[in-house]
Nanobody
């Protein structure tokens, strides 16, 4: 089992920044690819960003490319999502997830069904 706890969400004005953290415990953190997903009210959960086990590969959905940065610190069992230039449409509950799937490129990292463990989510609200 892997337990994931997100933090860092909150209310921010458009154009502002937030850094989300996701602390993992349980099994060896470096064995897992990590992803961030989000779900806005009335919408399906969507992929935001992901990072490979070693941190050598990162992937982003087009709408956050250039504004968000995913990173991980395997010594601290933590994955981060730095969010800059936030927009009202970024408002959602953000979830981190861990998966041990085979790395076949971006197509695998963006599939929520491949992630075995999920956090409880943290609310991000961007006001206009």
């Amino acid at each position: 089992q892997v337990q994931l706890v997100e933090s860092g969400g909150g209310l921010v004005q458009a154009g502002g920044s937030l850094r989300l953290s996701c602390a993992a415990s349980g099994r060896t953190f470096s064995n897992y690819h990590m992803g961030w997903f989000r779900q806005a009210p009335g919408k399906e959960r969507e992929f935001v960003a992901a990072i490979s086990r070693s941190g050598g590969s990162t992937y982003y959905t087009a709408s956050v490319e250039g504004r968000f940065t995913i990173s991980r610190d395997n010594a601290k069992n933590t994955v981060y999502l730095q969010m800059n230039s936030l927009k009202p449409e970024d408002t959602a509950v953000y979830y981190c997830a861990a998966g041990s799937f085979v790395n076949l490129g971006r197509a695998t990292f963006s599939r929520s069904a491949l992630y075995e463990y999920w956090g409880q989510g943290t609310q991000v609200t961007v006001s206009s």
